[in-house]
């Protein structure tokens, strides 16, 4: 993501796609790891979307539905995304993603999407909620087939007009909603029952008084 954000603000052009084999420094959310060793994919595409800032939420939600959706087609596996934008198979982690924008006279400059995702190694060492695809599948899986059917699914998605509807249909995958869950930030914590996500990208906490509350960020535990 260093290199993607670099190359976006040097000019390269729209969906400009960075692959790493493995990263030394990986990060997650929350100036979390992401254990990055050699067999996963990460990659991260530069985005120049026509679209103003506060619209920018639906480039992650499509990232996570598309992925979804081609890990569904391609290997037969239940994968079900999490909010915000994990993807889950049997309650472990595959997937996980992180977004960056860049923002000049109130319009967007760039959107990056950073994607990790367990394919033919083995995060459980150091991750015992995740799983790879190998270990799902008890097979080597085709990385570059994966990256290529993912990328193709994702730019007809967001250069259509199915970026509008895109957190109803993301709703059709998720496994957050209708759960107990806990959010975490970096300064405070909430929990409660998720009702819904909003068409802004907030999950909707109902509270145990009953008040409901619209999170916008933060690491999202299932209970």
Not at 44 to 56: A, C, F, G, Q
Not at 133 to 140: N, W
Request: hydrophobic share 40%; with cysteine.
């Amino acid at each position: 993501m260093d290199v993607a954000r670099e190359m976006a603000g040097n000019g390269c052009p729209d969906f400009t796609v960075v692959i790493s084999e493995f990263q030394s420094t990986g990060r997650g959310r929350m100036q979390r790891t992401w254990h990055s060793n050699a067999g996963g994919l990460y990659f991260t595409i530069v985005l120049r979307p026509k679209m103003e800032p506060v619209h920018s939420h639906r480039i992650n939600f499509a990232a996570s539905l598309v992925l979804a959706k081609i890990l569904r087609q391609m290997f037969q596996v239940d994968a079900k995304v999490k909010w915000p934008n994990d993807i889950l198979v049997n309650d472990l982690k595959l997937s996980g993603m992180l977004s960056e924008m860049g923002v000049e006279a109130d319009k967007l400059s760039y959107v990056n999407i950073g994607i990790g995702i367990n394919v033919n190694n083995d995060p459980t060492e150091k991750e015992p909620n995740a799983i790879s695809l190998r270990k799902l599948l008890g097979t080597s899986i085709d990385r570059r087939q994966l990256l290529s059917s993912f990328l193709d699914s994702f730019q007809a998605t967001i250069s259509g007009s199915l970026l509008e509807n895109i957190i109803s249909e993301w709703k059709q995958y998720t496994m957050t909603i209708g759960r107990h869950v806990k959010i975490v930030t970096i300064k405070e914590s909430y929990e409660g029952f998720a009702r819904d996500v909003s068409d802004s990208g907030a999950l909707i906490l109902e509270q145990k008084d009953g008040s409901r509350k619209e999170v916008i960020y933060g690491d999202c535990f299932h209970g």
